[in-house]
Nanobody, 125 residues
Framework: QVQLVESGGGLVQAGDSLRLSCTAS????????MGWFRQAPGKEREFVAG????????SYADSVKGRFTVFRDNAKNTVYLQMNSLKPEDTAVFYC??????????????????WGQGTQVTISS
């Protein structure tokens, strides 16, 4: 049974930083594509960042490029999302997603069969 558990969300001020973590179990993490998505109230879930199994291939939404960094520690079965220069419009529930046996980066939510429960990120102005 695949489980993804996110942590690290919270309430911070604009300009601050947060690091989200997602620890996976029940899959061979090292050969899984991982992604971060977010969903703000009244909006659809959107892609934030993703990376391939080795971590060398990454992709970011335009809205977070230069501010967010996604990276993984395969020894810890954990993927991270380092978020800097946070803005009020980053406020959302952030979700971790996984796709097993995938070498590349996936940006579409439909390509990820496994999801975490989400962690709330709130940025005050």
């Amino acid at each position: 049974q695949v489980q993804l558990v996110e942590s690290g969300g919270g309430l911070v001020q604009a300009g601050d930083s947060l690091r989200l973590s997602c620890t996976a179990s029940g899959l061979t993490f090292a050969i899984s594509a991982m992604g971060w998505f977010r969903q703000a109230p009244g909006k659809e879930r959107e892609f934030v960042a993703g990376l391939g199994r080795s971590g060398g291939s990454t992709s970011y939404a335009d809205s977070v490029k230069g501010r967010f960094t996604v990276f993984r520690d395969n020894a810890k079965n954990t993927v991270y999302l380092q978020m800097n220069s946070l803005k009020p419009e980053d406020t959302a529930v952030f979700y971790c997603a996984a796709r097993r046996f995938d070498l590349g980066v996936r940006v579409a939510a439909r390509d990820y069969p496994y999801w975490g429960q989400g962690t709330q990120v709130t940025i005050s102005s």
